[in-house]
């Protein structure tokens, strides 16, 4: 299952999907993984929640960033909840959310797949963002 988290910047989404990811830690059974553009949020989750900033990675396109999910995943069958907080950020200018259609599909059917929820915060007003997004909003 994906659910994304909508609002333009300082909406109080990564907010959100901290203190989601923190209260996810009393239902969770598996291991929660945060994914964010940056270091300045990592200790504000709690010990238990693997972080992981995506900038190190050099992620250059949508394709790379689910590869990413795909080799999180296939490393370790524990994984129930991977939250994503700033993912436009991550990726190059160049790549808009009007392009994004696959990387939504393709993580869908990996979440569903894999039994993974996946909750991504995406920036931007949701009369704007394409409904392949904004389908998943919560």
Do not use: W
Not at 11 to 39: M, V
Not at 86 to 108: C, H, I, Q, S, Y
Request: hydrophobic share 45%; charged share 20%.
């Amino acid at each position: 299952m994906i659910q994304v988290i909508l609002g333009n910047k300082g909406s109080g989404k990564t907010l959100k999907l901290i203190s989601l990811a923190n209260d996810a830690l009393k239902d969770e059974r598996g291991n929660i993984f945060f994914i964010d553009s940056h270091n300045r949020h990592m200790y504000d989750l709690h010990r238990d929640i693997r972080f992981v900033n995506g900038s190190e990675y050099g992620i250059d396109s949508a394709e790379m960033f689910y590869g990413m999910i795909c080799g999180m995943i296939s490393a370790n069958f524990d994984i129930t909840l991977i939250v994503v907080d700033g993912l436009l950020k991550m990726l190059p200018p160049e790549v808009t959310p009007d392009k994004l259609e696959n990387l939504f599909n393709r993580l869908a059917q990996l979440s569903d797949l894999h039994g993974v929820r996946l909750v991504i915060g995406v920036s931007g007003d949701a009369d704007a963002l394409p409904e392949f997004i904004t389908k998943y909003a919560v």
